[in-house]
């Protein structure tokens, strides 16, 4: 039985990919060398990005593409085409990425084919730059992406340094208005949740720092914390939730790897909720919207979270319904994985953070630990 080939993860999206494995062997290797040795910033390099982004019916997605700026003045900059290792890049790879780039506009564009294309030969890696009409122009390879950019006065995305906040800085006014006005607290939020929400998102996001560094064994699965991508996740409404996420690698007990992200936004309707997604090979969605205005409590020394079972949007294959929380939480009370964290036939205990200290991993392993369990439960309920 022919042995089924490791899968990469890749360094941009932070997921692993199963399919066209030749061709993605050597996407790794130049997202490796734009990161390493030329220094690109992550948040400049979009992978498999979109054509409907810029035109409307337009499906295919370019292979790597390199932006300057970055918000609403950022431009596609450089566009990469890969082809695996028994292509060819001329004719048809260059016919294909200049057709993409009538709609990307990119300056610049370069072909890569073969497992040496971080080292390639002029057999195979084509540069072209890009003149009026999508007329190109074979040009000599750079020695760094940085000679090309500085002769163009291209500047890359900044990467923002961004200090997590004090403790004694959490109750401030002005802390909590900038956390409503970036959309991090939702505008009906009680003001009593706003020191915990800013120590909590603060604790998840702000640090670039891993919560904890090797990984860690619950239950049937392993755990290990790969820090903060920048991702969005789709709701019931159709819409979703774009920005930071906290993200962890999980193996199952086949040892198969998915990630779970975890992210706090004030939402529209008015109030916060406590995200948390799940993303495989296939797709990225929503597993849990915490409403943390109605499922945290306050006692003397903690903040304690719960749920009560409440799924939306096509679960148990109802498409747009709703399971009732009493299945939900039947099945928790069976699964191995939740068991211990149900308490009553209509809450689901996920564990307490103190109230008055600074978010630690110590202090916060329980609750961040059993929204996993919690999470990767909800799922197998919906695949049920």
Request: glycine content about 6%; hydrophobic content about 30%.
């Amino acid at each position: 039985m022919k042995k089924k080939p490791r899968p990469l993860k890749c360094l941009i999206r932070k997921k692993y990919i199963y399919k066209h494995l030749e061709e993605e062997k050597i996407r790794q290797i130049v997202l490796r060398h734009l990161l390493k040795y030329d220094h690109v910033p992550e948040k400049s390099i979009k992978v498999e990005e979109c054509l409907t982004h810029y035109k409307m019916g337009k499906r295919q997605r370019a292979d790597i593409v390199i932006f300057q700026s970055e918000g609403v003045d950022a431009k596609p900059w450089l566009l990469y085409e890969i082809k695996s290792e028994k292509k060819c890049i001329k004719g048809g790879a260059l016919t294909q990425a200049l057709k993409y780039n009538k709609t990307l506009k990119c300056k610049f564009i370069c072909l890569c084919s073969r497992a040496e294309g971080c080292k390639p030969n002029k057999n195979n890696l084509g540069w072209y730059q890009i003149k009026n009409n999508n007329k190109h122009v074979e040009i000599k390879r750079p020695k760094k992406l940085s000679d090309l950019s500085k002769k163009h006065k291209i500047e890359f995305v900044k990467k923002e340094k961004i200090f997590p906040l004090k403790f004694s800085e959490y109750s401030k006014k002005e802390n909590a208005k900038k956390y409503k006005y970036d959309g991090f607290i939702g505008k009906d939020t009680k003001e009593e949740l706003y020191p915990l929400i800013i120590g909590l998102r603060g604790g998840l996001l702000i640090n670039d720092k891993k919560l904890f560094k090797n990984s860690i064994k619950v239950n049937h699965f392993q755990i290990k914390d790969n820090g903060i991508k920048d991702a969005i996740i789709p709701n019931a409404s159709g819409g979703g939730y774009l920005g930071d996420y906290r993200f962890f690698e999980i193996k199952d007990h086949k040892g198969k790897p998915f990630n779970i992200l975890m992210s706090i936004f004030g939402v529209s309707r008015g109030y916060t909720s406590l995200t948390v997604g799940i993303e495989n090979d296939k797709k990225i969605h929503n597993s849990l919207q915490l409403r943390m205005d109605k499922y945290i409590k306050k006692n003397k020394m903690n903040w304690v979270f719960s749920h009560d079972g409440s799924m939306a949007s096509g679960a148990s294959g109802r498409k747009g319904g709703r399971s009732k929380n009493i299945d939900v939480i039947k099945f928790c009370k069976k699964s191995k994985y939740t068991k211990n964290l149900v308490k009553s036939d209509k809450i689901i205990n996920l564990g307490k953070i103190p109230d008055n200290k600074p978010l630690t991993w110590d202090n916060s392993k329980e609750l961040i630990i059993n929204l996993i369990r919690y999470a990767i439960v909800r799922d197998e309920f919906r695949k049920k």
